[in-house]
């Protein structure tokens, strides 16, 4: 009876982590894994196109660069931007940069993240 009301409490503990991490205020976790992942530095347009993997995520880049804004004491800071010309018109696009620490991710999130943005070509 112990037994299984720890292991009920335990597999609740995991769900509210997993919950956590998809709560809209701790995306600058994905973000840093994002920037992490492209060597620490990469732009707010190649965070927008990795964010279309995921249906409930917003890739709007406003947003995206607030949320990095808001958190500059966890690692992120604003490189620079460079104008690019795509498609017929040009734009500026920011370039951003991550020297913190990520928090722990569960395994099984981590799994999830790689391969939604792992390319279509590797599955």
């Known amino acids: 009876m112990e037994w ?12 509210m982590k997993q919950r956590d991490l998809a709560r809209k ?3 600058w976790i994905l973000y840093a894994y994002i920037i992490t992942k492209a060597g620490g530095q990469t732009s707010l347009e190649d965070i927008q196109q990795k964010l279309t993997a995921w249906k409930r995520r917003n890739a709007n880049r406003r947003r995206i660069s607030q949320m990095m804004a808001m958190h500059k004491k966890k690692g992120f800071e604003k490189v620079g931007e460079d104008w690019v010309s795509t498609y017929g018109y040009s734009k500026y696009v920011s370039v ?3 020297n913190g ?3 722990p991710i569960d395994k099984r999130t981590l799994q999830h993240w790689e391969v939604k943005l792992s390319p279509k070509g590797d599955k």
């Open 4 to 15: 299984d009301i720890f292991m009920a409490a335990r597999s609740l503990v995991f769900l």
């Open 25 to 27: 205020e701790n995306d």
């Open 96 to 98: 951003w940069s991550f």
């Open 101 to 103: 620490i990520l928090p």
